[in-house]
């Protein structure tokens, strides 16, 4: 059986209990950025490389490249 089958299941089977089911994402999700670039639109929640130090990881992991995120208007970044 499929996964799309075993998803239609659960939705299914969920919709019958008066339950939902509720979708998940690996990662974080972009922050809110309302009010948070001082008024200058449109204020757009961005991916950025983190700043921080070197990340000592092992050979196998040797592409990661943690990212944050931040609040762009034009140029310009902002913390959320």
Do not use: D
């Not at 239609?8 to 509720?22: E, F, H, I």
């Not at 921080?52 to 592409?63: F, K, P, R, T």
């Not at 943690?66 to 913390?79: I, Q």
């Amino acid at each position: 059986m499929g996964m799309f089958q075993n998803l239609k299941k659960l939705k299914s089977w969920c919709a019958l209990k008066g339950g939902s089911v509720v979708e998940k994402r690996i990662g974080s999700s972009p922050p809110s950025c309302k009010h948070k670039c001082y008024g200058c639109s449109p204020c757009e929640a961005t991916q950025v490389p983190t700043n921080g130090g070197q990340v000592n990881v092992s050979i196998e992991y040797s592409n990661y490249e943690p990212e944050g995120w931040k609040c762009k208007c034009g140029r310009t970044f902002y913390s959320p």
